[in-house]
Antibody, heavy 120, light 107 residues
Framework: EVRLVESGGKLVQPGRSLRLSCAAS????????MHWVRQAPGKGLEWVSG????????AYADSVKGRFTISRDNAKSSLYLQMNSLRAEDTALYYC?????????????WGQGTLVTVSS | EVVLTQSPDFQSVTPKEKVTITCRAS??????LHWYQQKPAQSPKLLIK???QSISGVPSRFSGSGSGTDFTLTINSLEAEDAATYYC?????????FGGGTKLEIK
């Protein structure tokens, strides 16, 4: 059974940094691309970032480019999202998701999310 | 950047009705369009991949069609459990993107 467990979300002040983690199990982690997708309270889904199976390609939404960095450690079956210069509009539930392919296509397995709140 | 526009934003329907949700891309994305269902307090669920390909375990009343810029999700013979918000998602161009969502209410 595929399992994705996000962690690291918390209340943080604007301008500060936060690192999210996603622990994966139940599949061969280094065979698949991975995504971060967020959902602000009461709002729709927003694709945030994605990374190929081998970290060879990363991509970001324009709203986070230059502030967020995605990475993965295949030896640890873990995905990360380093979030810098946080803004109030980054407040959301952040989902980690496994792709159907080794390159970026469609997220198919999702975690339960970790909540990031940016507020003073 | 590809922008996805879904319609309608909201629809109230009765059981056994046929529902059609559309998704329009701001530029051609071939068949790189996927559909998700999200129920309240749950993570999204992939329903259809690559515009029309079925997903194992998803009921056959869900189907998709389209290519290029215009796509459709069809739900035949709607059931009460289909009350949810539906999103399209494109992977034809980076950055990827989701549509704004269509909330389906069952009368």
């Amino acid at each position: 059974e595929v399992r994705l467990v996000e962690s690291g979300g918390k209340l943080v002040q604007p301008g500060r940094s936060l690192r999210l983690s996603c622990a994966a199990s139940g599949f061969t982690f280094d065979d698949y691309a991975m995504h971060w997708v967020r959902q602000a309270p009461g709002k729709g889904l927003e694709w945030v970032s994605g990374i190929y199976w081998n970290s060879g390609t990363t991509a970001y939404a324009d709203s986070v480019k230059g502030r967020f960095t995605i990475s993965r450690d295949n030896a640890k079956s873990s995905l990360y999202l380093q979030m810098n210069s946080l803004r109030a509009e980054d407040t959301a539930l952040y989902y980690c998701a496994k792709d159907i392919e080794h390159f970026l296509q469609a997220p198919i397995e999702w975690g339960q999310g970790t909540l990031v709140t940016v507020s003073s | 950047e590809v922008v996805l526009t879904q319609s309608p934003d909201f629809q109230s329907v009765t059981p056994k009705e046929k529902v059609t949700i559309t998704c329009r891309a701001s530029q051609s994305i071939g068949s790189s369009l996927h559909w998700y269902q999200q129920k309240p307090a749950q993570s999204p669920k992939l329903l259809i991949k690559y515009a029309s390909q079925s997903i194992s375990g998803v009921p056959s009343r869900f189907s998709g069609s389209g290519s290029g810029t215009d796509f459709t999700l069809t739900i035949n013979s709607l059931e009460a459990e289909d009350a949810a918000t539906y999103y399209c998602h494109q992977s034809g161009s980076l950055p990827q993107a989701f549509g704004g969502g269509t909330k389906l209410e069952i009368k």
